[in-house]
């Protein structure tokens, strides 16, 4: 089976320095890795289109920079992006169009599809390849995921994408959701990992087994949190598999040693204890830095605020309710955190 492969070390990455990658970094990159056979580089703040601001943080460059900075040295890959309707508008849409962006990922909450019609919409009038994303996905029973991806495909959406954004799935979750979306929507499936529990090349590998044609993977696993989906060791396991990628590994291996400065390859990814702990609750891992800064200035151990957030269901776009926990958490003496398989919805 052929799977294509999703690039968003430039778009999920950027959340992992504060949205700072330089038009050069993206430059660099996108020159770098275009002869390597994938078949999306995705670009932009770390939230997508439009979502640079204060509360989610201030990109280095504007989309338009970063966009048009990208589609100069892409002639082989496609350029993706993301959007979230709310933080994008439908003139970010446009503007993208004007651009040359190739495959526009249109996003919501897992539960909150409907949100993104206007946007898949207009995309697929103006003949553009759209993909429909639910994120946060581990906070929604498989049944509940596909009666919101046929809301998207109903709307024109080429493809799906589920997100694991939260890193709290296991290769079972993989299995289950994927496989029903796959054997059921008609259109192709992918999936988008993180790493918070180590897990993402195992659950990668289970979505392909279930079905999915499409697979995320990042340079170093430079992203969010934990990071993401390893990108050349995912290629080069779904070869062993027996998976088509199109991909030239040992390019992508190059790929690494060229840009010895860039920060995907200069920050070593790992598995930290405040990461291992968001992907236990099934907190967003874009959460990290400001947990990390809100415990800091308020005196509260991370895992407090996780367990707070998990309670309270936070997911992307919520990070105000970061402050508001550690600040209610700061009054009060810290309590035994309840597991998150003991009565936390995760």
Do not use: W
Not at 76 to 81: D, H, N, P, S
Not at 88 to 113: L, P, W, Y
């Amino acid at each position: 089976m052929a799977i294509a492969i999703h690039d968003p070390t430039l778009r999920d990455g950027n959340h992992a320095i504060a949205h700072t990658l330089s038009l050069d970094d993206i430059a660099a990159y996108c020159q770098t890795v275009d002869d390597c056979g994938l078949d999306v580089v995705e670009v932009g703040h770390g939230n997508g289109l439009g979502a640079s601001s204060l509360q989610l943080g201030m990109a280095r460059h504007a989309d338009r920079e970063m966009l048009n900075t990208a589609r100069a040295n892409l002639t082989r890959t496609k350029l993706g992006i993301h959007a979230i309707p709310g933080f994008a508008k439908i003139s970010d849409i446009k503007a993208a169009i004007d651009i040359g962006v190739d495959v526009f990922r249109i996003a919501s909450h897992c539960t909150e599809g409907d949100l993104t019609q206007s946007y898949i919409e207009y995309a697929r009038s103006q003949d553009k390849y759209v993909q429909g994303v639910l994120m946060m996905t581990h906070m929604a029973p498989a049944d509940v995921l596909l009666a919101q991806a046929q809301r998207q495909v109903s709307y024109g959406a080429n493809a799906i994408v589920l997100m694991d954004s939260a890193g709290n799935y296991d290769p079972r979750d993989t299995r289950v959701k994927i496989g029903l979306l796959a054997a059921e929507l008609g259109v192709p499936v992918g999936f988008h990992a993180h790493n918070n529990l180590g897990l993402a090349i195992a659950n990668s590998v289970a979505a392909a087994e279930a079905g999915a044609t499409i697979l995320d993977g990042t340079l170093r696993g430079f992203g969010a949190g934990a990071g993401n989906t390893q990108l050349e060791v995912l290629c080069a396991v779904l070869e062993r598999y027996g998976f088509e990628t199109g991909t030239d590994v040992f390019a992508l291996c190059e790929a690494v040693e060229a840009l010895p400065d860039l920060p995907p390859v200069q920050r070593r990814t790992i598995v930290g204890t405040s990461n291992l702990i968001s992907g236990i609750y099934g907190v967003c891992a874009g959460f990290e830095k400001h947990v990390t800064r809100a415990a800091q200035d308020f005196g509260v151990a991370p895992r407090f605020i996780y367990e707070e957030l998990s309670r309270c269901n936070a997911v992307a776009g919520q990070e105000d309710l970061i402050i508001s926990a550690a600040a209610r958490l700061s009054k009060s003496a810290p309590q035994t955190p309840t597991h998150p398989r003991e009565g936390v919805t995760t």
